[in-house]
């Protein structure tokens, strides 16, 4: 039987150096990663910094222009109100020269008619009534009107009674000045040469309906007459 001499070589330092150069080959990757993970990770907090910076700065400038945009608005609004204010104001004012003019109007024609002897009866005269209401209610101002033309110098006293007709709880009823005034005016004075304008105001009672207005003109002295006129209340409520 033959036998077999097996030699092998020993050299320890060989595994050695071996696990070393692993080692140190395995640190490299580590560190490697280490670095790359810390790197981008660096970018990445870098990258979000400058993003929120943008976005603080894009939040001021919508923060400014909305500041400015809400300054605009408030002046907008202010200047609307003065125009408003101030077209009201031209408006009342032109309905109040309106109204005054209409009123300039109707005293011409009034007075043309007292030195026109061509359309104004000779004598006394009842020129005119009107009632014109005032407020919401059943308040209403009267204007009463004599004249004395064509005749004298004479200076007319007197007074002058003035009574409403109308309807009240389904029976026909006549109301005097003093009850329709609350006891403030009774029979009107009168003293004039050539014309007279008696206001005042009254209130009608609730459920009473007019349907004229008698006037009647009660001169003092020798050689006057009693003067009575009646007007119809669609012809001078207003």
């Not at 032109?94 to 030195?115: H, M, N, P, S, T």
């Not at 609730?206 to 119809?232: A, H, N």
């Amino acid at each position: 039987m033959t036998s077999k001499l097996i030699i092998k070589s020993h050299h320890p330092w060989r595994a050695r150096v071996k696990l070393g150069a692993a080692v140190a080959i395995l640190l490299v990757v580590i560190w490697g990663m280490f670095e790359y993970g810390h790197s981008r990770a660096g970018f990445d907090n870098q990258a979000l910094l400058d993003e929120r910076a943008a976005l603080r700065e894009q939040l001021a400038g919508a923060e400014q222009r909305n500041r400015t945009l809400s300054q605009r608005n408030a002046a907008l609004v202010r200047a609307s109100q003065v125009d408003k204010q101030a077209y009201g104001e031209v408006e009342a004012s032109l309905r109040q020269l309106q109204d005054e003019l209409l009123e300039l109007k109707e005293e011409v024609a009034f007075y043309r008619g007292i030195v026109s002897p061509a359309e104004t009866a000779s004598g006394l005269n009842v020129a005119d009534f009107r009632v014109t209401g005032i407020g919401t209610g059943r308040e209403y101002r009267f204007k009463l009107v004599l004249t004395q033309v064509k005749s004298n110098s004479r200076v007319v006293k007197g007074y002058a009674r003035v009574a409403f007709e109308g309807v009240r709880d389904g029976a026909q009823v006549e109301l005097g000045m003093k009850e329709l005034s609350g006891g403030t005016l009774d029979n009107l004075k009168l003293r004039f040469k050539y014309f007279q304008n008696i206001e005042g105001e009254l209130v009608l009672p609730e459920g009473f309906v007019p349907s004229r207005v008698l006037v009647e003109v009660v001169p003092r002295g020798k050689g006057w007459t009693r003067l009575k006129k009646t007007f119809d209340w669609s012809d001078i409520i207003s």
